[in-house]
């Protein structure tokens, strides 16, 4: 055969080319989703934020030890167990896994006995602290699911059930002196009791209000030394883990409010510095209104949310059965929460 009809040969029955690649399809078009941020702009990591509140509290909590001594003891050391062991016990239950070493629940303990009475009972402790986690924390699904902070679920529940324990206050220090404990009336007890009988609320001089400022005053574990929160409130500020926004919207609607009423009649309304120094306003505005799952997440939410946690507290205290009123204040607003999220959003960029 010819050179010539091999080559014809050869190119009417060409080597068929490799196949192409397959084109690689197009993403779909996807629809944009704007809204309100989901991210923080510190550490994202759970245990470093929250062992960050809790020596933020340390200092607090020293104090109040040194005020009030073994029975202050006591009740911390008794939440922070009732809470490792309830949260524990759900968790296996539930086959979850167990997140007690995250210190969510230490820190939902601490701040608990830091709104209870020194020298609270051992079981009434254990029973608040079992229903914060179980009842305000765990049954929602843990943490970050949660609608209300649980330390305080578990202080109203206390509040509303055992209110003889839960108002029964030490004057002294009782770990430096070996005294028997002596029982009083808080300084908002006292305003209360004024109130309720039509007499003029005592009249407060500067030491009173330096000694309530230094913590030299009968209240709650976290009423003691205003300056002590205030100092770990800087130094969560410091560590962008809460921002200004609610300390200050609500403290200075406390302040404003009260202080229109004691300029109208300054004999059965207290001093608007009383009401910021005393209770557990201090304490409220700066650790637990600041929670990062129960709070708003935008500035503007947020000054609305203080506010409301503001103006509800010393609407309680001036005219409530209750001579204090954040706790209560705080989950009122925590039901806000969703509602605020979703009607004060930040300006969409591009948006009109």
Known sequence: MSEDVKELK????????????PAKAKPADKEMVLGIWPHVRT?????????????????????GIYLFGWSAIQVILI??????????????????KLTISDGSAILTALLLAMTLPPGCPWWVTA????????????IYGGLGYNPFNPA???????LIGFPLQMTTWETIHPILSGVDVVTGATPLGEVQIARLS???VPDLATHQFWSMFTGNTMGSLGETSELLLILGGL?????????????????????????LFWLIDPSHYANPLFHVLS??????????????????????????????????????????????????????????TPMIDRYIQPRLYGAK
Not at 79 to 93: C, D, F, G, P, R
Not at 128 to 138: C, L, R, T, W, Y
Not at 152 to 158: D, I, K, S, T
Not at 244 to 250: A, K, L
Request: charged content about 10%.
């Open 10 to 21: 050869s190119d009417s029955n060409p080597v068929p080319p490799a196949p192409a690649p």
């Open 43 to 63: 550490e994202t990591s759970v245990n470093r934020i929250m062992y960050s509140v809790i020596a933020a509290l340390v200092p607090s909590a020293l104090a």
């Open 79 to 96: 939440s922070i167990a009732t809470a490792l062991i309830t949260e524990a016990a759900m968790q296996k239950v539930i086959k979850q």
């Open 127 to 138: 029973f608040g602290s079992f229903f914060a986690i179980a009842i305000g924390k765990q």
């Open 152 to 158: 305080l679920v578990g202080r109203v529940v206390l």
């Open 198 to 200: 039509h007499k003029p």
């Open 235 to 259: 130094y969560l500020l410091y560590k962008h883990y809460i921002t200004w926004h609610i300390p200050v919207s609500m403290i200075g609607t406390v302040f404003a409010f009260s202080g």
């Open 279 to 336: 209770g557990g306003l201090l304490i409220g505005a700066i650790f637990m209104a600041t929670d990062m799952v129960t709070c708003p997440n935008t500035p503007k939410g947020q000054l609305v949310f203080g506010a409301g946690c503001g103006l509800l507290s010393i609407i309680i205290r001036m005219w409530g059965g209750y001579p204090e009123g954040v706790s209560f204040a705080i989950l009122l607003m925590n039901a806000f």
